[in-house]
């Protein structure tokens, strides 16, 4: 059985920091290309970050230079450290994991993160 769980979303003011994580179970993890996607309410889930198989990060550009997305293959767990806060970056945060090469596919639970002063 597949997992994704995130966890490391809560509550901050603007400026600061937070750092997510999403540890998975039940696929050859470091096979897996692994995302992280955001959902505000009223707003289509957009990419955030990626990351391939060989630790290539990519990011949307509302934020470069203030998030990074690392992984651990040991721990089978990825990383997203988020800088500078903004009340936009408040979303439900997802977790995603796919092998392009064989259609396999699976998301997380989510994550909630709000910015708030």
């Known amino acids: 059985q597949v997992q994704l769980v995130e966890s490391g979303g809560g509550l901050v003011q603007p400026g600061e920091s937070l750092r997510l994580s999403c540890v998975a179970s039940g696929i050859t993890f470091g096979r897996y290309a692994m995302y992280w996607y955001r959902q505000a309410p009223g707003k289509e889930r957009e990419l955030v970050a990626g990351i391939t198989s060989v630790h290539s990060p990519n990011y949307a550009d509302s934020v470069k230079g203030r998030f990074t997305i690392s992984r651990d293959d040991a721990r089978r767990t990825v990383y997203l450290q988020m800088n500078s806060l903004k009340p936009e970056d408040a979303a439900v945060y997802y977790c995603?994991?796919?092998?392009?090469?064989?259609?396999?596919?699976?998301w997380g639970q989510g994550t909630q993160v709000t910015v708030s002063s």
């Open positions: 995603r994991a796919r092998w392009a090469q064989y259609e396999y596919d699976y």
